[in-house]
C-alpha cells in the first residue's frame, strides 16, 4: 500500500512538469560570405546542410543580406529563388549579362528586388519564409538535408555578407518515458 501511494504521487507530480521545448538558431554563411559582390555577369546556387536539424520543428527560416546597394544608379533586379537541392557550398555560374532571372521555374521566388535608392544608400534585406507563406515548401525541402538559395543579380550588387538562420525547436521526450522510468525504480 505504502509503494503504491509512493508510486501513485511520483506520477501526479510529473504529471504536472510540462514536456519542455528550447528554441535556437541555426546560423549559416556562406563560403564567399558576400556571395563575392553578386556580379552582374554570374548567377549563384548556396546549398546548405541541414541534416542535424532533420525531424526537429522548424519555426522559421530568414535570409538576410547585409548592407546591399547596387554599384550604379540604373534599373537593377535581384532574382532571389527557394531551390529543393544544389550542390552544397556556393556555385557561381555564368549568365553572360543577362536580364533574364536564370532560375524561373526553378524553385518559388521568394524576390525580385530592386535597389530604388541610389547606389550610395545600402539596405539590409531581411525575408521570413514564415511570413512569405514559403515555410511548408522549404520544410519539406529540408527533409533530405539539404536546403538550398539561388541568386540571379542582373546588375551589380555591393554588399557585407548573406546569411540564414533556421529557428527551430526541441521537445523533451520526458512524457512518453514517466510511466517507464517509474516502474524501473520499483522492481
Ligand atoms: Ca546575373
Ligand atoms: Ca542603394
Ligand atoms: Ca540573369
Ligand atoms: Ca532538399
Do not use: Q
Amino acid at each position: 500500500m505504502r509503494l503504491l501511494t509512493v508510486v501513485l504521487l511520483v506520477a501526479g507530480l510529473l504529471a504536472m512538469v510540462p514536456t519542455w521545448a528550447l528554441a535556437f538558431e541555426a546560423t549559416f554563411t556562406p563560403s564567399m560570405s558576400d556571395l563575392d559582390d553578386l556580379d552582374h555577369y554570374c548567377a549563384y546556387t548556396w546549398g546548405i546542410d541541414v541534416s542535424h536539424l532533420t525531424g526537429m520543428p522548424i519555426c522559421d527560416i530568414e535570409l538576410r543580406i547585409d548592407d546591399i546597394t547596387n554599384f550604379d544608379d540604373g534599373p537593377n533586379v535581384l532574382w532571389i529563388h527557394l531551390l529543393d537541392d544544389a550542390p552544397l557550398g556556393v556555385c557561381e555560374l555564368w549568365d553572360g549579362h543577362d536580364s533574364v532571372d536564370e532560375f524561373e521555374g526553378s524553385g518559388p521566388l521568394v524576390d525580385g528586388w530592386s535597389d530604388t535608392n541610389g547606389s550610395g544608400t545600402t539596405d539590409d534585406l531581411s525575408y521570413s519564409l514564415s511570413t512569405l507563406g514559403l515555410l511548408t515548401t522549404a520544410e519539406e525541402y529540408c527533409a533530405d538535408g539539404v536546403l538550398a538559395f539561388a541568386f540571379d543579380p542582373d546588375c551589380h550588387f555591393w554588399n557585407n555578407g548573406a546569411t540564414i538562420i533556421i529557428d527551430v525547436v526541441v521537445c523533451s521526450p520526458v512524457e512518453s518515458t514517466t510511466w517507464t522510468k517509474i516502474k524501473s525504480l520499483y522492481r
